[in-house]
Every structure is written in C-alpha cells, then in structure tokens.
C-alpha cells in the first residue's frame, strides 16, 4: 500500500496564492492562515509542521522564507490531498497516527515532572549503595592462532624482545598496530579465561600462553587501580533521566492496568495478511 509522505507535496507545480492578512495579537493555533478549495491551513498546522523539520539548514531559513516553505508545503499537501481516497487502510492509518500522538503527549506529561531529591537520592542508592569499589586494569596482548606460535613468542618475550614490537609484528587482531595494547577495562568485560589470568598477574608480568575461543593469548599487565563509585553529583543527569524513565514505566503500566480490555476471541491471526480488506471503501 502506498505510504504519503508529507514531503512528496513538493513535486507539485506551485498552486497561485493570495496574500494573507496581518494576523490579531491574540491568535491561536486555531487562526486559518490560508484555505484550499475552502479547507482551511491554521497556525497550528505551521507550528508543528515547523517542529517537524529535519533538517537544520531548513530550520535556520529567515522567518519569512521558512513561513513561505511551509505554507506552500501544506498548501500543495492540502490540494493533492483532495484527490485521494480515503478507504479502510487509510481510517485505519489514521486512527493508528491519531492514538500515537495522543499516547506520546500523555508520555510526556508523565515524563516532564520533576524528580525530587529524594527520588534521585534513591535512585543513585538504588544502583551504587551497595556495590563494591571494582579493579581496572590496563594490558596488553598478543594474540595468534596456535599454542606452538603463543610458546615461541614467549620465549622470545622472557629472552628480552619487546612486546610491543612483537604486537605490532605477529598479534592478528586490530590492536597490533597500538603494539597490543587494549586499554583500560573491567576483568569482567573479557572472555572468562582471559580475565582469569588478568587477575592473578602482577603489574609489569607477562603471561604464559592463555587460550580462548579467539585464539591464544600472551598478555603484559601494564597497571590496576581500583575504579571508585561516581559521586551523585556527577551523575545527576543521568539518574534524573532514571527516574522519569521509571515514572513513565510506571504510569504506563498503571493506565494499561486499569484500562478495561476485551480481545475478541476466534479470529484467524492469518487474517492479518488479508491486505485486501484495506481497500475496502
């Protein structure tokens, strides 16, 4: 079925236009600032057709040129409109657009009050009162395909090679060209055998081979600190950004709580590949 985009207006000839009047200071969203065929364009339809722009260039237009863009948008979307059919897929795309924009106000209204302090206070106990400080650690590896080539490395290694060098000239990953090096990262952030041996090195030791499922491994511990919990100031954002998510998880399943809901039993769910039915009048 196909599917108008309000864009696809702009490959229609310019309609003639005749000049609006100087608006009252005390217009709203209802105030027609043009008609077609007798239907009317109001102010409302602007401001989200406004709204909805996408492209910065478009919305950074000096206002006059921007409100001339847009008339002319809406007034050819309004006149090719005319022409359509309105059948059962259309009622039903509307309907459906209709229940969005409603249901994405009544999110918003949830989402737009302000979390307390006690509520982001809460929130920041929720995720780090109880967790424990957590070890980084900075390494390095070398990674190859086979044991026999891990060995030979690291001979070659505690005969006083320089890893980095080695990386740079036998490790197949992408971190070779950085001589091996893998940043900083949480053991738990690793496949299990690697961090396994990643705890128990010492800083500046270097491991005998260790095997993964990506290959084998000789690993160089560079340094481990211990990564404290974020101070709530820190992280305010983010945790006012929890909370209104939770809210809004909360309020929406309350409404559908209490919503009455009856599903009509005994239709096919093969009826929803009847696209037929959406050209009925």
């Known amino acids: 079925m196909f599917k108008p985009s309000i864009l696809a207006a702009f490959v229609i000839a310019a309609p003639v236009m005749t000049a609006v009047p100087a608006f009252a200071q005390d217009e709203s969203a209802d105030t027609v600032v043009a008609t077609v065929n007798g239907q009317e364009i ?6 989200v057709m406004k709204q909805s722009m996408q492209d910065p260039s478009v919305a950074q237009m000096p206002p006059a040129e921007l409100w001339d863009l847009m008339l002319d948008q809406l007034i050819r979307q309004t006149a090719v409109a005319e022409q359509g059919t309105e059948n059962a897929g259309v009622r039903a795309q509307l309907e459906i657009q209709r229940r969005n924009t409603l249901a994405t106000v009544a999110v918003t209204n949830i989402a737009e009050t302000d979390p307390t302090e006690d509520e ?21 590896h070398i990674l190859v395909e086979t044991e026999d080539e891990a060995k030979e490395i690291k001979a070659q ?3 006083g090679a320089d890893f980095g060098e080695l990386a740079a000239e036998k490790s197949t990953d992408n971190s070779g060209p950085n001589k091996g090096d893998l940043g900083w990262f949480l053991a738990d952030q690793m496949v299990a055998p690697f961090a396994e041996a990643v705890r128990g090195m010492e800083k500046d030791t270097i491991s005998d081979p260790v095997q993964t499922d990506f290959g084998w491994h000789i690993i160089k511990l560079n340094d481990s600190r211990t990564r404290e919990n974020p101070k709530l100031e820190d992280i305010r954002d983010q945790l006012d950004q929890m909370v209104r998510r939770e809210k809004v998880e909360a309020g929406v399943e309350k409404i559908v709580t209490d919503a009455t809901v009856e599903k009509i039993e005994g239709i096919a769910p093969e009826a929803m590949d009847k696209v037929e039915l959406l050209e009925a009048e």
């Open 42 to 47: 109001t102010l409302g339809q602007m401001i």
């Open 157 to 159: 290694l505690d005969g």
């Open 120 to 140: 982001i206070k809460a929130a920041y106990d929720k995720v780090f009162a109880e967790a424990e400080a957590q070890t980084e650690y900075s390494a390095a």
